[in-house]
Antibody, heavy 118, light 106 residues
């Protein structure tokens, strides 16, 4: 069974940092591109970042470029999102998602909540 | 950036009725469109990819159509478990989501 489990969320002050993790199981993690998507409370889905299966190519939304870093450890079946210089507008549930069927997101984690507030 | 516009924002439908949701892209995206369902407190679930292909395990009452810039998700006979928020997503040029359509019980 495919599973994606995020962790690392929490309450952080503006300007602070957090590192999110996504533990993958039930599939060959190293074969798949992965993404982070976020959802502010009561709002819609917003794409954050993408990484290729080998970790060599990454992309970011303009809103997080230069502050967030996506990475992965294929030996440990894990995806990461290092978030620096956090702002109030980064407050959201952060989901990791796998690119699968038809290049869409066929599996999602349950999400981890990040709250940026003083 | 390709902007995805969903309509209506809220759709009130009775169980057993048909629901038709629309999604418009600001520029052509070919068939690179997916639909997701999200229930409160849950992660999104993939329903449709490549405009009209149902994802694994998705019931036949869900169907997708369209091309270019105009797309539709149809739920033929609404079941109680189908009341949720639905998002379209394009993955032709970078990746963007629509704002969502909430399907609520009439």
């Amino acid at each position: 069974e495919v599973q994606l489990v995020e962790s690392g969320g929490g309450l952080v002050q503006p300007g602070g940092s957090l590192r999110l993790s996504c533990a993958a199981s039930g599939f060959t993690f190293s074969n798949y591109w992965m993404h982070w998507v976020r959802q502010a409370p009561g709002k819609g889905l917003v794409w954050v970042s993408r990484i290729t299966n080998d970790g060599k190519t990454v992309f970011y939304a303009d809103s997080v470029n230069g502050r967030f870093t996506i990475s992965r450890d294929n030996a440990k079946n894990s995806l990461f999102l290092q978030m620096n210089r956090l702002r109030a507008e980064d407050t959201a549930v952060y989901y990791c998602a796998r690119v699968g069927e038809g290049r869409a997101f066929d599996f999602w984690g349950q999400g981890t909540m990040v709250t940026v507030s003083s | 950036e390709i902007v995805m516009t969903q309509s209506p924002a809220t759709l009130s439908v009775s169980p057993g009725e048909r629901a038709t949701l629309s999604c418009r892209a600001s520029q052509t995206i070919g068939s690179d469109l997916a639909w997701y369902q999200q229930k409160p407190g849950q992660a999104p679930r993939l329903l449709i990819h490549t405009t009209s292909t149902r994802a694994t395990g998705i019931p036949a009452r869900f169907s997708g159509s369209g091309s270019g810039t105009e797309f539709t998700l149809t739920i033929s006979t609404l079941q109680s478990e189908d009341f949720a928020v639905y998002y379209c997503q394009q993955y032709n040029n970078w990746l963007t989501f629509g704002g969502g359509t909430k399907v609520e019980i009439k």
